[in-house]
């Protein structure tokens, strides 16, 4: 069963720095494209990001709301995504989710999803 | 970047109904379509994939349909556990982008 499983959302004020972490298990990791997916209180999702395999060149993709400040990295030998968020705005307040990029080389579809983890940007 | 535009954002209905929600892009896209379901408090839900292909494991009550710019989710009998918020999702380029999202509740 593919669990991911995020960690380290919180209050943080404007300006601040946090990292979330993602473990995923029954998934082989080191193969698989990444994403996280953010969703503001009551309102929809937005991506935010997504890092390839190292197979694949292990680069990133980041929406331009986030692109600068945020930045997405992968350690294969843990099972582990990451998202470091810098100069935190009151607008990222949000519902963040690590979620599996699947699919073929044709479709693309966001298969599994992580819980959530809330990060709140507020003095 | 692709907008992606649902219609309704909201709709009532009663358990038995047919449901379509449709979504329009705003270039074409292909089949690079896919649909989620929602429940307050949990993750979203891989329901349908490029535009038309069920999901495993998902009721055979879910169906997709459209190419190009216009697509359609339709519900043939809403069940009690079908209320809930659907998404469209472009996977033609990224940045991926989600529609505003159909509150789907009971009449």
């Known amino acids: 069963e593919v669990q991911l499983v995020e960690s380290g959302g919180g209050l943080v004020k404007p300006g601040g720095s946090l990292r979330l972490s993602c473990a995923v298990s029954g998934f082989t990791f080191r193969n698989g494209w990444m994403s996280w997916v953010r969703q503001a209180p009551g309102k929809g999702l937005e991506w935010v990001g997504r890092?390839?395999?190292?197979?694949?060149?292990?680069?990133?993709d980041y929406a331009a709301p986030v692109k600068g400040r945020f930045t997405i990295s992968r350690d294969d030998s843990k099972n582990t995504l990451y998202l470091q968020m810098n100069s935190l705005k009151t607008e990222d307040t949000a519902v963040y989710y690590c979620v599996t990029e699947g699919g073929n080389a044709y479709y693309m579809f966001f298969d599994y999803w992580g819980q959530g983890t809330l990060v709140t940007v507020s003095s | 970047d692709i907008q992606m535009t649902q219609s309704p954002s909201s709709l009532s209905a009663s358990v038995g109904d047919r449901v379509t929600i449709t979504c329009r892009a705003s270039q074409s896209i292909s089949s690079y379509l896919n649909w989620y379901q929602q429940k307050p408090g949990k993750p979203p839900k891989l329901l349908i994939y490029a535009a038309s292909s069920l999901q495993s494991g998902v009721p055979s009550g879910f169906s997709g349909s459209g190419s190009g710019t216009d697509f359609t989710l339709t519900i043939s009998s809403l069940q009690p556990e079908d209320f809930a918020t659907y998404y469209c999702q472009q996977s033609y380029t990224t940045p991926w982008t989600f529609g505003q999202g159909t509150k789907v509740e009971i009449k």
């Open positions: 890092i390839k395999s190292k197979t694949d060149g292990g680069t990133t």
